[in-house]
């Protein structure tokens, strides 16, 4: 798959990669498995709709606008709940370049991402995310 | 829609991929063109290349495949050379220095950090020797798995080997079968043990009898990963040995035409036993595969089988120990704790293995190693070598039963460190913790992920990589399962402990393993002890708990280009590196 950036001339491939390990961008790897989320939505019964959300593997990748989006399965780590989460952003196309969304960012299915609340913040330190 | 791999296969796969990895290794690293990188190192896996993860760019994992586990005179020799020269990386593992081997699950081998530049050199000295990394990854008939020791083993049935190096020739480098929809593993056994493990695989024959025949029954459909494991099915199918390279390739045959090429995750066997059911697998092979009439299913030895099976049945768990051959000499199975080697071991190996036995050395599925054909007025000779103070033929059962994946070591997949945790979980429950009485056997497999490389399902103690929070930091954990074994009535392990911090599992070992002490009737096993006992209990009887084990993996391993490294963050990575191993500059 190959998402545009702004300038419509410069774009980016996308894809799966080795059973489901990373996200592939540009045929580097550049998002993987194994990584902790933040997902809000309903992916699992946790105060404050927020899941602790170990990822286990990608199944497939999508775009909305510069948002560069993945189906993923894990679990929430605070509940122990199996989740299969779909268009989860995973990083921005910007100046047809990929950038990864930070660790702290909030995470919503159908590409949204957000601010943690004061009620939801994990103990984890750091910032939104890059863009 | 075809997926970019079923694409980038349809344009080049199989034999061909090696005429253009010789080049792109004649040229250098920096020649295969930066957007084809993703394509090329799909497709390098069928000639057994895996580009290690993320910080090891440049580097390879290298499979070599050995067909029923068979090492011939001087090929362990070989491989340990190859180590010796070719495997070292930039880092050293603290446990295993910086070269060695992996003796694997599928009785194969493993080594890491090779260098593209180096793999036509490599090949040249594997070919010269009958070795080959053909087929040893991607979607083919990988490296044929069986009783590691056929044609030696007093509890044989019918002697295995053949057929399973028959088929080894038949599908290595057969175009009709190169480029399947998905990985194909196959399992041929001819013992009374069930020591071929054909319940996990894709295609299994395994040893029947019809009508004074001696030959096999076949099943499909095993498997273990995506925390979707199988048993494979009986297909009510009996091939007498001359016909199972007619049966083996229509059903690889019908699996290339309806395995689903669409859905990696959907492609294997399993699933599409799942969906269409063994009855018409059966009718469509014999309808479109075969043009003979398929017999039924002959008389099974499926209620004898011990192999792994988690029982007091004074059955076989495992191939260490001096065992008497069918012909009188002995085979030595040697304990390689989670598999590994150095090379210099691994040479010693090749050479006690000529000097007391025929040379040959055999790979088991347990990732040890078996030195055949010792005399029996040699024995006391080989057992007295320095050697097998290592690798012990009567290990401690906690060393005896470890079995670790390769873990974020080098591995994409994984989500925890692996193979030093486990020897380091080992020696911390040799020293700290009483082995219930009368156990001997007590598996500990420890997977890095639900790819399940380790086989956890079919362990005592099966332990799974995860994700936790420890006094607010994310720590690497384990799922706990329990009870799982193979034998006359395999079973998987019941998960009943989620995301234990990995510092806490050695504790929770030891708590449970008195828990059951305590709880045993007579000399219940470990397994039939789990099968009775509810989950709400075991669940209990786990408790995870610090103790003096240290366990220096903690943090997020995956994050580090090498774990063990002085300086692990990812920025400090020296890869991509040129052959000479001089770091490339990125090009920004």
């Known amino acids: 798959m190959v998402v545009a950036g702004q300038d419509p001339a410069v774009s980016v491939a996308i894809r799966v990669l080795d059973d489901g390990a990373w996200v592939s961008v540009d045929d580097e790897r550049r998002v993987s ?6 997902v809000g939505g309903d992916v699992c019964a946790c105060p404050d709709d927020l899941a602790d959300f170990v990822v286990e593997g990608f ?10 989006t993945a189906d993923v399965y894990g679990q929430c780590i605070r509940c122990g709940a199996d ?49 | ?30 020649s295969i063109p930066a957007d084809e990188h993703d394509a090329w190192f799909e497709r390098f896996k069928w000639w057994g290349l895996y580009h290690q993860r993320n910080g090891q760019e440049s580097y390879f994992m290298m499979r070599i495949g050995t067909p029923n586990g ?53 090949f040249e000295k594997l070919e010269a020797n009958g070795l080959s990394t053909q087929q040893a990854c991607g979607d083919s008939w990988r490296n044929i798995v069986g009783c590691p020791v056929a044609g030696k083993d007093s509890a044989e049935f ?23 929809p998905r990985k194909w593993k196959v399992s041929v056994t001819g013992c009374e043990e069930g020591c071929g493990q054909g319940d996990i695989n894709d295609l299994a024959f395994e040893p029947a009898e019809k009508d004074g025949v001696k030959g096999f029954n076949v099943r499909v459909g095993g498997g273990l990963s995506r925390n979707e494991p199988r048993l494979a099915r009986s297909l009510d199918v009996f091939v007498p040995p001359e016909d199972a390279d007619a049966v083996a390739g229509g059903i690889s045959a019908l699996f290339n035409d309806h395995g689903d090429r669409e859905d990696r995750y959907n492609a294997r066997m399993k699933f599409l036993t799942d969906e269409w059911g063994t009855e018409k697998i059966r009718r469509v092979l014999q309808d479109d595969y075969v043009d003979f009439e398929l017999q039924t299913a002959g008389e099974d030895l499926r209620d004898e089988y011990t192999y792994n099976s988690g029982r ?14 069918n012909d009188g000499d002995y085979y030595v199975g040697l304990n390689v704790l989670v598999g590994r080697m150095g090379a210099d071991d691994t040479r010693e190996l090749a050479r006690i293995a000529d000097e007391y036995g025929s040379g040959e050395v055999r790979v088991t599925q347990r990732q040890n190693v078996i030195v055949t054909d010792v005399p029996e007025e040699d024995l006391d000779d080989l057992l007295a070598e320095d050697l097998l103070d290592t690798y012990e033929p009567d290990p401690h059962t906690f060393m005896r039963g470890s079995i670790a994946c390769t873990g974020t070591e080098f591995c994409s997949l994984s989500i925890v460190e692996t193979k030093n945790r486990q020897v380091r979980y080992a020696r911390w429950l040799k020293d700290n913790v009483e082995v219930p009485d009368g156990v001997e056997d007590f598996h500990i497999h420890l997977s890095g992920c639900t790819a399940s490389c380790a086989q956890p399902q079919i362990a ?29 009535d395999p079973r998987f392990a019941e998960w009943v402990e989620q995301r234990v911090p990995a510092d806490e599992v050695p504790g929770a070992i030891g708590n449970l393993l008195a828990n059951f002490e305590e709880r045993r009737q007579g000399d219940e096993s470990f397994r039939d002890f789990v099968e009775r006992t509810d989950e709400e209990t075991l669940a209990e009887l786990v408790e995870p708990e610090e103790t003096s084990y240290a366990d220096p993996y903690m943090h997020n391993t995956k994050l580090t280009w090498y774990p063990y490294a002085d300086e692990d963050d990812m920025d400090a990575s020296p890869a991509p590196a040129r052959a000479d191993g001089s770091p490339i500059p990125s090009d920004d």
């Open chain 1, 59 to 68: 199944t497939a990748v999508g775009a909305d606008g510069r948002t560069v």
């Open chain 2, 312 to 325: 007091n049945d004074d059955g076989h768990h495992d191939h260490v120990g001096v065992h008497e051959q």
């Open chain 1, 33 to 38: 498995v194994s990584e902790l989320w933040r």
């Open chain 2, 460 to 488: 005592d103690i099966s332990l799974r990589g995860m994700k936790t929070r420890k006094d607010g930091e994310a720590v690497e954990a384990l799922d706990i399962g329990l009870g799982g074994g193979l034998g006359e």
């Open chain 2, 158 to 180: 019918v002697d295995a080997l053949p057929v399973a190096m028959d088929l080894n020739e038949t599908f290595t480098g057969n175009d009709d079968h190169a480029n399947l």
């Open chain 2, 1 to 30: 829609m075809p997926t970019d791999v079923e694409n980038w296969k349809s344009e080049v796969y199989g034999n061909e991929i090696r005429e253009h990895l010789l080049e792109f290794a004649e040229e250098g690293w920096e």
């Open chain 1, 83 to 131: 989740a299969t989460v779909r268009t989860i952003p995973v990083g921005r196309v910007v100046d047809g370049e990929f950038r990864s969304l930070a660790g702290e960012a909030v995470r919503f299915p159908g590409a949204g991402l957000g601010a943690p609340s004061p009620s939801q913040a994990l103990p984890v330190p750091g910032s939104v995310g890059e863009d």
């Open chain 2, 70 to 122: 068979v090492l011939k005179p001087g090929q362990v020799e070989v491989v340990a050379e190859i180590a010796d020269e070719y495997a070292r990386g930039p880092a050293e593992n603290p446990e295993f220095g910086d070269a060695y081997v992996d003796w694997t699950t599928r009785q194969s081998i493993q080594l890491h950090w090779i260098r593209l530049e180096d793999i036509p050199d490599i």
